[in-house]
């Protein structure tokens, strides 16, 4: 499977928004290749890694973020959500899973009840190694253009996540720790 077949499929090559989203995509994809190769006793199927690492937000098209020239008509927070149902449909249900799992460091039934989130209440955090290691390698990537696609460190990553919780703090230090790495 081509990730960049389905990527495609709903987005323009020349458009600004394809240029965000595959950018972005490759640096996770990337990331993500490494961390695997820091734990190979985990046994992380690296080529699913590959392809789900570059679908993990398949879905933004159909979320409203200006900033990223999104405009579609959901709020961001629901676009992991969104892509599972794409992927779904397309015939790729490990890889929608990814999706799903991917926001945040993950969100659990009570953050979804509790903050209000316009999703199903059930958990939708990352299990598997390779949903868990896509998931963590995200977090040091920003779409946002300004942030000139630097890689973000691990104190930038780690303020970015406390205003969530601490739950959402412990889970990335758990990650961290599992993945092996500094």
Request: aromatic share 10%; hydrophobic share 45%.
């Given at each position: 499977m081509d990730p960049y077949d389905l990527i495609h499929e709903f987005y323009d090559p020349a458009s600004r928004l394809y240029s965000i989203l595959v950018s972005h995509s490759e640096q996770v994809a990337e990331k993500a290749l490494k961390i695997a190769g820091n734990v190979p006793w985990l046994n992380p199927d690296l080529d699913f890694i590959q392809q789900a690492a570059m679908l993990?937000?398949?879905?933004?098209?159909?979320t409203n973020v200006p900033k990223i020239?999104?405009?579609g008509k959901h709020?961001?927070?629901?676009?992991?959500?969104?892509?599972?149902?794409?992927l779904e449909s397309k015939g790729f249900p490990r890889h929608a899973l990814v999706c799903e799992?991917?926001?945040?460091?993950?969100?659990s039934a009570e953050e979804i009840k509790n903050h209000g989130f316009p999703l199903p209440v059930q958990d939708?955090?990352?299990?598997s190694i390779e949903e868990i290691i896509i998931c963590f390698a995200d977090k040091f990537f920003s779409k946002d253009p300004n942030y000139k696609k630097q890689e973000k460190s691990i104190a930038e990553?780690?303020?970015?996540?406390t205003r969530y919780g601490r739950k959402q703090e412990d889970r990335f230090?758990?990650?961290?720790?599992?993945?092996?790495?500094s």
């Open positions: 993990h937000d398949i879905a933004i098209f159909q020239s999104c405009h709020p961001y927070v629901i676009h992991g959500y969104l892509g599972r149902q794409l799992r991917h926001v945040g460091v993950g969100i939708m955090v990352p299990e990553v780690m303020e970015s996540i230090m758990k990650w961290k720790t599992l993945l092996n790495y």
